[in-house]
């Protein structure tokens, strides 16, 4: 297994970071994935990562809900460490578009969004995506993006058939599924019904939306075990093919972590 998406480097870890990544070791989680949220948290993320050197790995992003008036100046920084030819990120991320408790730099996060994705392609690294209450926005950004050859992963998707389809039509692009599918009323079960295995990756999210039996607590990347316990019982196959297609997936994305 992979962990695809997890923020270890976050204060909820402060006390207890070595044994969660001793834990999903014990629970065969071969790699865990590190996106960014802002400027403060790069020298944070890159410390812990040298720490577990080809078991974490770092992106690099700033995260739609950080976009502030000085986001230009941030980004600037962030692309000079991009031109870096050693950098050690392995995507862009963590990216996208959120609308669900604040529109106040609703342009600016577009603008923000637009000039990652345009990294993507420079640099040749793949996407990790954010999206919350702003699929259409979204969209309409990508769409500008199609043929591009772009490749990355929709983070947390939790949506409709619809809009899962939507996104697919982007080629080279997976759906990052973690705890909401084990959540009771859950309709993503059914969702999944109708996507191949082929188009997943699994991730946590740590600290946040932990599965079940673990929800109200905080997430931690050994609990992706039981996102794949899930999927193994939507799919009707072993949680072993599980592991396999997905880390294929994983690896047909993640070029620079394999």
């Keep these: ?19 969660c990544i001793a834990r999903a070791q ?53 692309e000079k460490r991009l031109q870096d030819p050693q950098h050690p990120y392995i995507a862009i991320g963590e990216v996208g578009l959120d609308y669900y408790w604040d529109k106040t730099y609703y342009s600016e996060q577009q603008t923000a969004f637009r000039r990652q994705v345009a990294w993507a392609e420079k640099f040749n690294l793949p996407l990790m995506i954010h999206s919350r209450a702003a699929f259409s926005e979204l969209h309409a950004v990508l769409k500008d993006f199609k043929g591009h050859n772009l490749t990355g992963v929709f983070h947390c998707f939790s949506s409709s058939l619809q809009e899962a389809q939507k996104l697919l039509a982007f080629e080279g692009f997976m759906l990052g599924i973690g705890g909401v599918l084990t959540y009771k009323n859950a309709h993503l079960p059914e969702v999944l019904s109708h996507i191949p295995l082929s188009k997943i990756v699994l991730e946590t999210d740590s600290p946040y939306l932990a599965p079940v039996p673990y929800r109200g607590k905080r997430n931690e990347s050994a609990y992706v075990a039981e996102v794949r316990k899930t999927l193994s019982y939507i799919y009707k196959v072993s949680e072993d093919e599980v592991d396999c297609q997905t880390e294929a997936n994983v690896n047909r994305i993640f070029t620079r972590a394999k």
């Design 1 to 19: 297994m992979t962990d695809t998406h997890s923020h270890l480097y976050e204060p909820e870890f402060a006390d207890d970071v070595h044994e």
């Design 26 to 78: 014990q629970v065969g989680v071969r790699r865990i994935f590190l996106p960014n949220i802002n400027a403060e948290t790069v020298e944070p993320m890159l410390d812990l990562c040298r720490q577990y050197p080809k078991y974490l790995y770092p992106m690099l992003g700033l995260h739609p809900t950080d976009v502030r008036a000085d986001f230009g100046s941030v980004l600037d920084q962030m």
